[in-house]
C-alpha cells in the first residue's frame, strides 16, 4: 500500500499562508491525492484532490511534485477557524477502501 | 448537499449489551465505511460496504459486525460491548469511483460504562 508521510503538527499565524507537507514516495500512477480536515468535535471534511496536475478550489491550492512522490497543500490566508487536524490520503489498491492516517495537527495563532 | 446522518450524537451504554449505530445517507452512494477515531490515533476503518448486502473488513474489524440490508443503510454493530469500545464513531459514504470525495456524518460519540 501506498502510505503518507505528514508531520504531527505545525503552528501558522492568522491571515499568512499554511503550507502543509506530505509524502507519498510510492504512490503510483492512477491514485489520487486526497486531502480533508477535521475540525474539533465535527466528522472530516473534504478539501480537494489531484492526481497529476496543480489544483485550486476555493478552500485551498495543491501542488503535486513532478515525480508525485509529494505534495502541498495550502490555506492561502489561514484564520483561526482553519485549526484542525488536515489528512493527506492516497487511495491505494482497491477503489473503495479509505484509510486515514493520524494527520497533521495544525493551529492557526492570532 | 450530501447529507450523512448517524441516528445519535451521544450514546451511553452498558458492558455486554448489544449496540447499534446506525447511519443513512441520502445520495445513492454505494460505498459506506465506519471509522472509531481515539486520541493519538486517528480515524482507524472497521467495515466498508461497496454494495448492498456486501461487506469487507478494515484495519480494526474485531468486536464489530456490520449490516446493509438497503443501499441508503449502513448499520455497525457491537455484539457485547466493552469499556475498550468507546470512542467516537464516525460513518462515511461515497460514490463508487477514484475521483470521488467522502462525506462524513457528526459522529457518535459512544461510552460503555
Known amino acids: 500500500d501506498a502510505k503518507t508521510t505528514q508531520p504531527p503538527s505545525m503552528d501558522c499565524a492568522e491571515g499568512r499562508a499554511a503550507n502543509l507537507p506530505c509524502n507519498h514516495s510510492t504512490i503510483s500512477g492512477n491514485e489520487y491525492v486526497y486531502w480533508y480536515r477535521q475540525i474539533h468535535s465535527q466528522g472530516p471534511q473534504y478539501i480537494i484532490h489531484g492526481l497529476k496536475n496543480n489544483e485550486t478550489n476555493e478552500m485551498a491550492s495543491l501542488i503535486i511534485t513532478e515525480d508525485r512522490k509529494s505534495s502541498t497543500l495550502i490555506l492561502p490566508h489561514a484564520t483561526l477557524r482553519d485549526t484542525a487536524v488536515y489528512y493527506c490520503?492516497?487511495?491505494?489498491?482497491?477503489?473503495?477502501?479509505?484509510?486515514f492516517g493520524a494527520g497533521t495537527t495544525v493551529t492557526v495563532r492570532a | 448537499d450530501v447529507k450523512v446522518t448517524q441516528s445519535s450524537r451521544y450514546l451511553v451504554k452498558r458492558t455486554g449489551e448489544k449496540v447499534f449505530l446506525e447511519c443513512v445517507q441520502d445520495?445513492?452512494?454505494?460505498?459506506m465505511f465506519w471509522y472509531r477515531q481515539d486520541p493519538g490515533l486517528g480515524l482507524r476503518l472497521i467495515y466498508f460496504?461497496?454494495?448492498?448486502?456486501?461487506?469487507e473488513k478494515g484495519d480494526i474489524p474485531e468486536g464489530y459486525s456490520v449490516s446493509r440490508e438497503k443501499k441508503e443503510r449502513f448499520s455497525l454493530i457491537l455484539e457485547s460491548a466493552s469499556t475498550n469500545q468507546t470512542s467516537m464513531y464516525l460513518c462515511?459514504?461515497?460514490?463508487?469511483?477514484?475521483?470521488?470525495?467522502?462525506?462524513f456524518g457528526q459522529g457518535t460519540r459512544l461510552t460503555v460504562v
Open positions: 460496504s461497496y454494495d448492498v448486502k456486501m461487506k
Open positions: 490520503i492516497v487511495r491505494v489498491g482497491d477503489d473503495y477502501k479509505l484509510s
Open positions: 445520495m445513492d452512494h454505494e460505498n
Open positions: 462515511a459514504s461515497k460514490l463508487q469511483g477514484r475521483n470521488t470525495e467522502a462525506f
